[in-house]
């Protein structure tokens, strides 16, 4: 079964300043999508950015990048110029990509909060 | 255009009720997912259906969870003798016709936090 590891409950940032959030993931599968979701308080789940596995250029999305190291299964969220809007918590998953049921399988999660 | 609607927001029940919680996809969404959060925990896979049809129940806890989609739209999860364990945020999700081989994006509902006192 696959896993998905968050290893820092909580991080903290100044304002305009950059954050990386870690995370490793477990599985037997060789193609597969890895994602980094927000969560604010309202609780509506944010795709933020997505990664293909058989890609080996990592994925930016404005300020949002990723370091994506498939041999050592880790998947990094680095945030730039950080906001205060970027307060959330955020989850590291993984799907694989097979079609039919594409579940996504989530982590624990990191609650980031970004300071004035 | 309107996204994914959970009804209700909040509920709160008691030990040994029966509870039903509603999701309304975005309007032409044939794959529609639960997941369930506890507290400090990321969201877990529930159930997936594909139109009317569970394709991949594989998530649900115990026979007291049940989940239906009558018409490939609206999917009600139905959960009886409910116990305090429970008591979690349960979301909802949608995404366009899966495709092996294309992933298709996940859309997520803002949530039902059932509370069993």
């Known amino acids: 079964a696959q896993t998905v590891t968050q290893s820092q409950p909580e991080m903290s940032v100044q304002e305009a300043e950059t954050v990386t959030l870690s995370c490793t993931y477990d599985?037997?599968?060789?193609?597969?999508?890895l994602f980094w979701y927000k969560q604010p308080p309202s609780r509506q789940m944010i795709l933020v950015i997505r990664?293909?596995?058989?890609?080996?250029q990592n994925a930016t999305e404005n300020r949002f990048s990723v370091n994506f190291q498939k041999a050592a299964k880790s998947f990094s969220l680095k945030i730039s110029d950080s906001q205060l809007g970027d307060t959330a918590m955020y989850f590291c998953?993984?799907?694989?990509?097979?079609?039919?049921?594409?579940?996504?399988?989530f982590g624990k999660g990191t609650k980031l909060t970004v300071n004035p | 255009g309107a996204g994914v609607s959970q009804t209700p927001s909040n509920k709160v029940t008691e030990k040994g009720k029966y509870v039903e919680l509603r999701c309304d996809p975005i309007?032409?969404?044939?794959?529609l997912y639960w997941y369930r959060q506890s507290l400090g925990q990321g969201p877990e896979f529930l159930i997936y259906?594909?139109?009317?049809?569970?394709?991949?129940d594989s998530g649900l806890p115990n026979d007291r969870f049940f989940a239906v989609r009558p018409e490939g739209s609206v999917s009600t999860l139905k959960i009886q003798r409910t116990e305090r364990g429970d008591s979690a945020v349960y979301l909802c999700?949608?995404?366009?016709?899966?495709?092996?081989?294309?992933?298709?994006?996940?859309?997520f509902g803002p949530g039902t936090r059932l509370t069993v006192l």
């Open positions: 990664q293909e596995a058989y890609k080996q």
């Open positions: 599985t037997s599968e060789n193609n597969y999508y």
């Open positions: 309007s032409g969404h044939t794959a």
């Open positions: 999700a949608s995404s366009a016709t899966s495709t092996s081989g294309q992933y298709n994006e996940q859309f």
């Open positions: 998953a993984f799907a694989d990509y097979q079609g039919g049921s594409e579940k996504l399988v």
């Open positions: 259906f594909q139109g009317t049809g569970a394709a991949d």
